[in-house]
């Protein structure tokens, strides 16, 4: 399954009543199962979620861990960048190398890597002592 498909297909089904700002998410994980993910906002503006950490959660529950692409799309002008949290919560369960397409839904896409979208990023690593 193409993972930018699978993102745009779930892209509709966003809850964004206060921003109007439908997102969609697709994680293919190392087995080659795809979850997906929206943004579900809420009246309590802090406690909306975004659409990778959706397809995170899912993938989560499903027992898996590893993610060997990302697919982010949204109706915006140019391809929309994730927000820094979930840069952060996608190189939790992503190599640097991992390839993460963000695309608008008029079309445009931009190529990019986990490691592009957080050059420098906080790892566990950082607390071996
Ligand atoms: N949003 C996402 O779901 N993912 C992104 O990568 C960027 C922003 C959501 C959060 C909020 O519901 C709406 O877009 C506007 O910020």
């Known amino acids: 399954m ?3 498909d699978a993102a745009r297909a779930v892209f509709p089904n966003a809850y964004a009543p ?3 700002f439908n997102v969609g998410a697709a994680v293919r994980t190392r087995n080659g199962t795809v979850f997906q ?3 579900v906002e809420n009246a309590a503006y802090p406690e909306g979620t975004c659409a990778e950490a959706g397809a995170i959660a899912a993938m989560c529950a499903a ?3 590893e993610i060997v692409e990302v697919a982010v799309i949204a109706d915006c002008p140019e391809p929309v960048p994730p927000c820094g949290g979930c840069r952060q919560k996608l190189a939790e369960f992503a190599g640097r190398d991992v390839k993460v397409t963000l695309a ?3 079309g445009k896409t ?3 890597t986990v490691g592009g979208l ?3 990023g906080f790892d566990a ?3 071996e002592t």
């Open 2 to 4: 193409d993972l930018l």
């Open 18 to 20: 206060y921003s109007k």
């Open 37 to 39: 993910g929206v943004n």
């Open 63 to 65: 027992g898996e861990r």
């Open 104 to 106: 608008t839904i008029q």
């Open 110 to 112: 931009l190529e990019t």
């Open 118 to 120: 957080l050059p420098g």
């Open 125 to 127: 690593s950082f607390m």
